[in-house]
């Protein structure tokens, strides 16, 4: 199972909107609605900040938000924040019953 | 509190073995499934599988199977994870995650990880 095809990097200024894509195929992010968000700062653990497309858990800030199109999840980041900057992993079910994840994007803020 | 507590870094020779634990706690640890975790210097996630405390009953990922073994011990509500001849490929941080499964129609999809550890160190240097 290869992994899910995320842009490298993106950035962006304090206040602007940011928008990570996560691409794969119809075995997994296109065939169910079980796509993850996850944010890992720096030497720290991941966080799960988005999950079944576009549901937050609770504490998650209403800043960021999910999508899915056809064969491409999506996360937004509004109001970006210096506290943003993070790597970024998407997460997919997958038709033979496994998990798959991004390459993760690494988010600087200007 | 709910959270999982994992062991500490381990520095090992290639060819030895090695058990590393993920203890849970503020919650009922035998109703969700453990997952495990590779972080490799510098990369990024790969998901290894997850094992049902409750019975342990357990998923290896393909890539992973052969590779490692899961087990736990309900009654200290811990999940491990181990090698029997470690490789310097090992090297990584291993974290261990509260796994979402939901169970449809005889199939267990898997979604959220919605705990993490904070990871377990491991080095594997002659």
């Known amino acids: 199972q290869s992994a899910l095809t995320q842009p490298a990097s993106v950035s962006g200024s304090p206040g602007q909107s940011i928008t990570i894509s996560c691409t794969g195929t119809s075995s997994d992010v296109g065939g169910y609605d079980y796509v993850c968000w996850y944010q890992q700062p720096p030497g720290k653990a991941p966080k799960l900040m988005i999950f079944?497309?576009?549901s937050r858990p609770s504490g998650v800030s209403n800043r960021f938000s999910g999508s899915k199109s056809g064969n491409t999840a999506s996360l937004t980041i509004s109001g970006l924040q210096a506290e943003d900057e993070a790597d970024y992993y998407c997460?997919?079910?997958?038709?033979?019953?496994?998990?798959?994840f991004g390459g993760g994007t690494k988010l600087t803020v200007l | 509190e709910v959270q999982l507590v994992q062991s500490g870094v381990e520095v090992k020779k290639p060819g030895e073995s090695l058990k590393i634990s993920c203890q849970g706690s503020g919650y009922i640890f035998t109703n969700y499934w453990i997952g495990w975790v590779r972080q490799m210097p510098g990369k990024g996630l790969e998901w290894m599988g997850i094992?049902?405390?409750?019975?342990?009953?357990?998923r290896y990922s393909p890539s992973f199977q052969g590779q490692v073994t899961m087990s736990a011990d309900k009654s200290i509500d811990t999940a491990y994870l181990q090698w029997s001849s470690l490789k310097a490929s090992d090297t990584a941080i291993y974290y261990c995650?509260?796994?979402?499964?939901?169970?449809?129609?005889?199939?267990?999809?898997?979604?959220?990880?919605?705990?993490w550890g904070k990871g377990t160190t491991v080095t594997v240097s002659s």
């Open positions: 997460s997919s079910y997958t038709s033979i019953n496994t998990l798959v």
């Open positions: 995650v509260r796994q979402g499964v939901r169970r449809t129609a005889g199939i267990y999809y898997y979604y959220n990880m919605d705990v």
């Open positions: 094992i049902y405390p409750g019975d342990s009953d357990t």
């Open positions: 079944d497309v576009s």
